[in-house]
């Protein structure tokens, strides 16, 4: 019925517009169906959609849903919460902090308490045979432990020459790189070094 009434007034637009047409059918439909008293309650209640507002205050906030993932300016690197134990022993063993921070994050993501299916323990993964060459007594010491894998590196460099038959050593041991004159054919310890380095960025000296 309402639609039918609605269409008879519609058919009689001229100059008016189509919006003010369609207020003023509406008008006359619900004048004669409610009674003028009830009309515009009707409009603002019945027809047309009501609009909510959320208050927000000075102070507010107004949180969405990100886009994506949110990318961070620091890298892996920055992230091991022992820079400053680093800095130290890798000044020491004139290592770059950056190398020894990227094998870190790298064998153990910076978990002191790390343990390998291997059996290899701590931030850098010593092995208990390595522990004890290189004088470590407690693995799970992050200084200590520390200390132990970047003395080892030292050694692998003054040993190969290089920083990626040294990587390839402290990965898969020294006996295989001597073995192939170089990183092993292992995708594991290939991905490893190509890990670290890539972590830390192309440098002219990994070392002094």
Known sequence: ???????????????????????????????????????????????????????????????????????????????TGYDSLIEKISQKYKIDPDLIKSVVMTESGGDPKAVSHAGAKGLMQLTD???????????????????????????????????????????AGPSRVEKYGGIPPFPETQNYVRMVIDTVGSKQKYYE
Do not use: W
Not at 129 to 152: C, L, R, S
């Open 129 to 171: 045979t390595t522990a004890a060459e290189m004088g470590v007594e407690d693995v799970f010491d992050p200084e200590q432990n520390i200390e132990g894998g970047t003395k080892y590196i030292r050694q692998m460099i003054d040993r190969f020459g290089n920083i990626e038959d040294a990587l390839a050593a402290y990965n």
């Open 1 to 79: 019925m309402f639609d039918q009434e609605l269409a008879g007034k519609m058919a009689g637009v001229s100059d008016r517009s189509i919006a003010t047409s369609i207020y003023n059918s509406m008008v006359h439909v619900l004048e004669t169906r409610y009674g003028s008293g009830q009309t515009q309650n009707s409009l603002d209640q019945s027809v047309i959609p009501q609009t909510r507002y959320i208050e927000v205050k000075a102070n507010d906030t107004v949180e969405s849903e990100p886009a994506g993932p949110v990318k961070k300016n620091n890298s892996k690197i920055d992230q």
